[in-house]
């Protein structure tokens, strides 16, 4: 890899007129570096940001005025309803429904794929259809598995936090689109917000981007395996796994107990790194999921290791 530009300035030329980079806060080589891979993968002109919720503050300033309704995934990163709640002062209303159905009427249409945590999937048919703007948060997803531009969103965002860099060192978001417009849009109001990516995270970007397959088969492989072992466990009641990627939520009498027995899974919020994490998510989100729910991010140790530390964390 190149080395990390972390300038904030560059000189103009030798006409006084800017160069490719002249002020970080509008462009650097390490964001754009960055963003032509992802793109590349996408298939879209991507942009990067300080964090996910940095990416989705910036497509509602973007996309939403006053007196826009956005209908919102179920079940989805408990953060995007609160942003939105945040912004019922701006008269930008939210209101949540069954993404494995259709939407209702909305100007925007924010679904997940899959929704944080109770990872339902989008009504893809049903979105095509749909007038308003379609934005999909495929963090969990990523690329690999799915490009959402291809089936239907305007908009893709991704918390490249997770996943994307997939080693818990870097604080990241992303959005791809197609329609130059919409990116441009996108790329005034970040750079006006200041709402940019640093140069040493969208560095960790490009090394992550360069492991992306072959890390998320391992997640998938394992993440694949545990599920089939947690539906089985008589202490489990209720096991949610996609079929792909790296998370699973399941239901457990006492989830705090078993979230703070584990060993080897850490006990911590985020997901989508090497290390596995697990939570309880009651405590965040309140009632709008089971109180017995556990967030588990699969990470890339061994199978039988994690399933022994899972094991004797949940008991019998």
């Known amino acids: 890899m190149e080395p990390v530009d972390r300038s904030t300035i560059w000189p103009y030329d030798e006409r006084g007129e800017p160069r490719q980079f002249y002020y970080s806060r509008v462009a650097h080589p390490s964001g754009v570096a960055a963003e032509t891979e992802l793109g590349r993968r996408e298939n879209g002109d991507a942009l990067l940001y300080a964090s996910g919720m940095g990416a989705a503050i910036t497509i509602l300033l973007a996309f939403a005025r006053p007196g826009t309704t956005v209908a919102l995934a179920e079940g989805c990163y408990y953060g995007t309803s609160k942003l939105l709640g945040l912004l019922d002062g701006w008269g930008i209303s939210y209101v949540e429904y069954d993404q494995t159905g259709p939407p209702p009427e909305a100007d925007i249409v924010w679904v997940e794929a899959p929704a944080n945590p109770l990872l339902t999937m989008p009504d893809w048919e049903s979105l095509r259809r749909h007038p308003g703007l379609v934005v ?148 965040w989100e309140g009632d709008r999921i089971p109180a017995g729910l556990l967030r588990f991010s699969v990470g890339l140790e061994d199978a039988d290791t994690l399933w022994a530390d899972l094991e004797q964390a949940i008991g019998h």
């Not at 860099?165 to 919409?182: C, I, N």
């Not at 940019?196 to 993440?223: N, S």
Request: with cysteine.
């Open 136 to 283: 999909c948060d495929a963090t969990v997803a990523t690329p690999v598995y799915l490009r959402g531009l291809d089936e239907g969103a305007d908009v893709v965002m991704h918390s490249a936090t997770k996943f994307l860099t997939g080693s818990h060192d870097a604080l990241l978001g992303a959005t791809v689109t197609r329609d130059p417009e919409r990116s441009a849009r996108l790329r005034e109001f970040r750079g006006t917000a200041g709402i940019v990516a640093a140069p040493d995270a969208a560095a960790a970007l490009v090394r992550g981007l360069g492991t992306l397959d072959e890390r998320m088969a391992r997640h998938t492989e394992t993440a694949t395996e545990l599920a089939r072992r947690l539906e089985a466990h008589p202490a489990v009641s209720n096991v949610r796994y996609p079929g792909f990627s790296g998370l699973i939520s399941f239901d457990v009498e006492d989830a705090r107990r078993v979230e703070t027995s584990t060993e080897l899974i850490l006990n911590a919020t985020s997901l989508g790194g090497a290390r596995s994490t697990m939570e309880s998510r009651h405590r």
